[in-house]
């Protein structure tokens, strides 16, 4: 493990962050910022609240405004156009055609503001010399201190504006790349116009939603906390399949955003939750349990018969196989929402055995003892696709035994946590109960570092799958926002 | 607050349209259907040197509440065979009709955009398919069969015999008139393969 951390290190991803000048680099702030969490194997992460994640984007821009001295409007435009890769924006704008990146990111140069711009179609202002303009948008002839526009020079009234970009945010949720009002225009509206121009908080509420949502999909570095309703996200220094756990104590795996998933890798994962989710296990089941047709005409086949029967007893045992691994997934999901139950009942014994003449922390070993059932409940949910992919070898089979003792162990603490609690037995369950707990602990510690052990040394097989291990690291790339095409 | 730009916006507009230069040349017309402006009735010439030439279109328009800032819901009313023109409920694939519409655009920009549309076709972009397959495979057929629908229902000039013919033989037959057209038309007027998927 510590060798793979060096190199991991050496190579931190820069994401958003500029990786040489970095200032927080992650060895030297270890218990320096109170925000920074550590999971148990040297992963460090941060926890950010919506508010977080806005002065975290505002610092990226303060950041880049710093060098290139560009309005800081235009600075996000840029920065969202490299999906708020620092570096890149950096280098193209130095070394390539500030004009071309100007125009590929839909912005007015802001080094040629005042002079004439070119190439751009000249917008024809309705202008009478009595300083009164057109809106071309609701035709109302106004005063020429009501229309306002961006650097492309298009203008139309304030209540124009503020009905537009309304109808784009509410109803086409178009956050970023909201385009100017006038037709083949796609100069995009800053985010300082769009707070001006509207006046409505729901509106204005909405898009900031818009421009954070976005600044952390784009982000390789941020994520969502998936679970629902929580606002919050987590931030990482380098992206790696890990766990992390959100202040609403959900843990989950950075690189997927699934639950946390050890000892399965996220490819296989992917693999294995989709195979539960398609029905592609109903014609495995047609094909293995319906009758196929032994005659030719009116000839028996005995050749064709028999074959025909092979092919179905091979895909009845294959169906059989990923029923075995697949109850047992589900039977452990189900235990472990039971187990989230559990947390309440156990609560109450601890107050019931607090009141008789035991300490508060006399009694914490029942909700430890919850919390390791909950932990060795997920480890064997996730055992069970690992196993269905691995090919038999000898180190799958210590694995397989190493699983059955987690397993049984854990069944019995499981028994444990449910029996009936009296003052008369309470020494010995403690003591019965903490015993369990500790051996679950030692053999899910056990089974995992077997496994990663696996990794390392290239033990494990694979069968059934043609997904590549490190397809997984391209999947939480969501494209950047495309422009409508024009045809 | 939006509808009443709507309206407004409308009222200009059709001010706009009456006096432009093209309704001198007869090409674009608008009238109302209603007197709050959130329905009006378009009408195309069709485009010179196109199957459509001497052919009178007429489109539905319908204004949302929430227009300019959304475009207008147009359809055509009088059939037409056209690849980006669904045959049977006179669709529109348009992109300033969908994901393309600025505010700052007008009825007249959408008719003219229409016109144009009607001079040149994008069959990669279809609305109706049969059309389109036609259209990419067989220009000829595709011409003779566009120009016959605009000479049946668009007042457009000259027939087709050997078309009205043949649609005939199947109105023999208790086929209506219309489906007759659209059955032949699909099967680049083979009688025989529009009998059969007419009465399989």
Redesign the interface.
Known sequence: MDSEDETLYDEVDSGNESSGDEVDFPMEVEGNNPRERQSEDDYPFEVLSTEEIVQHMVDSIKEVNMVVEIPATTTRILLNHFRWDKEKLMERFYDGDQEQLFAEARVINPFNRNSQVINRPKPNRRQSTSGTEECEICFTVLPNSLLTGLECGHRFCMGCWCEYLTTKIMEEGVGQTIACAAHGCDILVDDASVMRLVKDSKVKLKYQHLITNSFVECNRLLRWCPSPDCNNAVRVHYVDARAVQCKCQHVFCFQCGESWHDPVKCHLLRHWIKKCDDDSETSNWIAANTKVSQYNCNRYDEEEAKVARGAQEKSRAALQRYLFYCNRYMNHMQSLKFEHKLYASVKEKMEEMQQHNMSWIEVQFLKKAVDILCQCRQTLMYTYVFAYYLRKNNQSVLFEDNQKDLESATEKLSEYLEREITSENLADIKQKVQDKYRYCESRRKVLLEHVHEGYEKDWWDYNETDSKPNAMARLPVIEHPARPNNN | ??NN?AA??IQ??FKEVIKSDEVAKCAIRVELVNDNYTELKGEIAGPPDTPYEGGNFVLEIKVPE?Y???PPKVRFITKIWHPNISSVTGAICL?ILR??W????TLR?VLLSLQALMAAA?P??PQDAVVAKQYKDDQEMFRLTAKHWTAKYAGGPGGNPDFEMKIRRLTDMGVEEDQARVALSSYNWDLERATEQLFS
């Open positions: 607050m939006a730009i407004q916006r200009r507009e929430t300019p800032f959304n992109d994901d393309q600025a505010a700052a655009m920009t994008e990669d972009d």
